[in-house]
């Protein structure tokens, strides 16, 4: 959790666009918020830790029976993306 100290005098008339400004690059350094208007390119190497963390806990989840099938579907897709980017990025095309 973040605190940010809002300045809140009679004279300091640009404290709204200070503040603003101190907010927007604190959620840019954690990731929230893109740089500039663009989209920062993706680690491929982290997303693909991300992609296999994201499986093993699906793998780990207690679903209700009904909906096994479905969870085996999404990780079934998963798997699929995370070959296809593992595949990728030995041909030398990145993520």
Request: net charge positive; hydrophobic share 30%; charged share 30%.
């Given at each position: 959790?973040r605190?940010?100290?809002?300045p809140?005098t009679?004279?300091?008339w640009?404290?709204?666009?200070n503040?603003?400004?101190?907010?927007?690059?604190?959620?840019?350094?954690?990731?929230?918020?893109e740089?500039n208007g663009t989209?920062p390119?993706?680690?491929p190497?982290l997303w693909r830790?991300?992609?296999?963390?994201?499986i093993?806990?699906?793998n780990?989840?207690?679903?209700p029976?009904q909906v096994?099938?479905?969870?085996g579907?999404?990780i079934?897709?998963?798997r699929?993306?995370?070959?296809r980017?593992?595949?990728?990025k030995?041909?030398?095309?990145?993520?």
């Amino acid at each position: 959790m973040r605190m940010l100290t809002i300045p809140s005098t009679p004279s300091d008339w640009r404290s709204p666009q200070n503040t603003r400004s101190d907010l927007r690059k604190l959620l840019r350094q954690d990731g929230l918020l893109e740089m500039n208007g663009t989209s920062p390119k993706p680690d491929p190497d982290l997303w693909r830790r991300q992609l296999e963390e994201l499986i093993r806990r699906l793998n780990q989840m207690q679903v209700p029976e009904q909906v096994r099938a479905e969870r085996g579907e999404i990780i079934a897709a998963l798997r699929k993306l995370l070959d296809r980017t593992i595949q990728q990025k030995e041909n030398g095309h990145g993520a």
